[in-house]
């Protein structure tokens, strides 16, 4: 038995007790975030409001709300999107979520699988069953499904539209491009390959019809301007609140004061664009290679994301840790665990600890089994990581964040004509999760490093293999033979 097969039967014995251990559930809606995309579709049919309060009508029916209190879960997803939400709600919330469920189960496999094909050279079934594995293991991506979130569509969009921009396929990239806008957030990675005239074409085509689509559903002008004030509202209600996992979020729960947070960010956020922008320039990287890194630097840039938009990172994770070599790779390994931690999720939830440390353990030794050179002492050096999570989830126990809605009080109720986003501000507050503690700030932060270092090491590991070597992993599907192994840092 070679040494990687005996490394990926222990990751997936690692996976297996993590399962075993794991709490049950807390009582609630499966698929959570599902049920505003149900609800947004069902009120849109019927002529509603798809972002304001008249999606709480349809909410209060599905099985698991409380419906004897103010328990709205706002919508905001772009105005195209509504004909699909529209579909899905005609069904039943059961079946309903069944079909949902296999969609995002797909998108899983198609993300994993698309993220291995975007790192280039050969890869045979231990590899994609490794990479199978991380993906399994990555907190971000599994938290994505468990709420029925369209990140994970997203995301897989993004990862597949890569290998839709060969010859004859323009419709088949805009309609994954139109995917990906799904979360129009994680979409802007895709801006980074538009320099490909197959892609600007694509691209282009999917905005028009994102754009037409948005236009007819909501009616005109007036509808597009309603729903750009619902986002600027929504996002101001949502700034500052401990899940979300940004630089402004960040340093405001370190105590920094509203103005500073926010200056803050867009520091990072310009510094951020900028770097992305120089790594555009033409010899650099090839297109692919950019919206690698466009994948792991977005989220220290983005003004609103959540843990399931780190889902993006899974992308990079998987083409840096397939390409580095050395410490390269453990660098890259180190980040790509980090991010795969849920650690934010260690203060919401300290009785899932056992199983969050040993998903750690699976998620390193899946990388490990997954790395091209010969295992060596260097290979298990991100296994630290999994201590690390045991000291941070010993240390978030006594700095408890509640949750939304478990800890809204049943008598909670907000005045009628209070529109959506004000009442999705006091359910926070309300709930708790709109408190500052700099605990829950320093979990916060340990992703966005991750995604950092991730970034930093896949620009020096890219280049050099850049340098080095022709480029072995197409920018769309191959016509005739596979691409050959490429050498790297």
């Known amino acids: 038995m070679s040494p990687r097969l005996i490394v990926l039967a222990l990751a997936c014995a690692f996976a297996g007790l993590a399962v075993a251990v794991h709490p049950p559930p807390a009582p609630g809606v499966g698929l959570r975030d599902f049920e505003a995309y149900y609800a947004a579709g069902t009120t849109w049919r019927y002529h509603g409001d798809p972002y304001g309060r008249e999606v709480w009508r349809v909410e209060r029916t599905v099985p698991g709300v409380v419906a004897s209190r103010d328990e709205l879960l706002p919508f905001v997803g772009p105005p195209f999107g509504l004909p699909l939400w529209d579909a899905l709600s005609r069904f039943s919330w059961p079946l309903a979520s069944v079909i949902w469920g296999a969609i995002l189960t797909i998108a899983f496999a198609v993300l994993a699988f698309g993220s291995l094909r975007a790192a280039g050279g050969e890869a045979g079934i231990l590899d994609a069953l490794s990479v199978l594995l991380f993906a399994g293991c990555f907190g971000p991506l599994t938290s994505g499904i468990a709420l029925g979130q369209v990140a994970v569509l997203s995301c897989a969009a993004i990862a597949v539209t890569p290998l839709l921009l060969g010859p004859r396929m323009t419709f088949a ?9 799904l979360q129009p957030n994680l979409a ?3 801006v980074v390959r538009a320099t490909d005239r197959r892609a600007a074409i694509a691209f282009a085509l999917a905005g028009a019809i994102a754009a037409g689509g948005s236009l007819l559903a909501l009616a005109g002008i007036g509808g597009i301007e309603h729903y750009l004030t619902v986002l600027r509202e929504h996002a101001a209600a949502e700034r500052f609140i401990a899940i979300q996992t940004t630089v402004a979020g960040v340093a405001r729960g370190f105590g920094a004061a509203p103005g500073v947070a926010g200056a803050s960010a867009i520091a990072v956020a310009l510094v951020t664009f900028a770097a992305l922008a120089f790594q555009m320039i033409p010899g650099r990287y090839d297109p692919a290679d950019r919206l690698t890194l466009a994948c792991a630097a977005l989220p220290l840039a ?31 390994a180190f980040a790509s665990v ?25 998620t390193a030794l899946a990388l490990a089994a997954s790395a091209r050179e010969r295992l060596a002492p260097l290979h298990f050096l991100p296994l630290l990581v999994a201590p690390a999570t045991l000291l941070a989830g010993t240390y978030a126990a006594g700095h408890r964040l509640p949750t939304w809605p478990d800890h809204l009080s049943l008598q909670f109720h907000v ?3 209070a529109p959506a986003a004000v009442v999705w501000q006091a359910e926070q507050i309300g709930s708790g999760v709109g408190g500052l503690d700099p605990a829950w700030a320093f979990l916060r932060a340990l992703s966005l490093a991750g995604c950092a270092l991730l970034w930093g090491v896949g620009s020096a590991v890219l280049l050099t293999s850049r340098q080095t070597a022709p480029r072995s992993a197409p920018s769309s599907i191959p016509l005739r033979q596979p691409a050959a192994t490429r050498p790297s840092a």
């Open 338 to 362: 980090a991010i795969a931690v849920d650690w934010l999720g260690l203060a919401q939830r300290p009785n899932a600890l056992a199983t969050s440390t040993l998903l750690a353990v699976a």
């Open 188 to 190: 802007i990675a895709l």
């Open 302 to 332: 983005l003004p609103f994301s959540h843990e399931h938009d780190f889902t993006l990172a899974l992308l990079p994770a998987v083409v840096v840790t397939r390409r580095a070599r050395g410490v390269a790779w453990v660098l890259g």
């Open 415 to 417: 005045a009628a004509d």
């Open 173 to 181: 990239a805009a309609a994954a491009a139109l995917g990906a806008m």
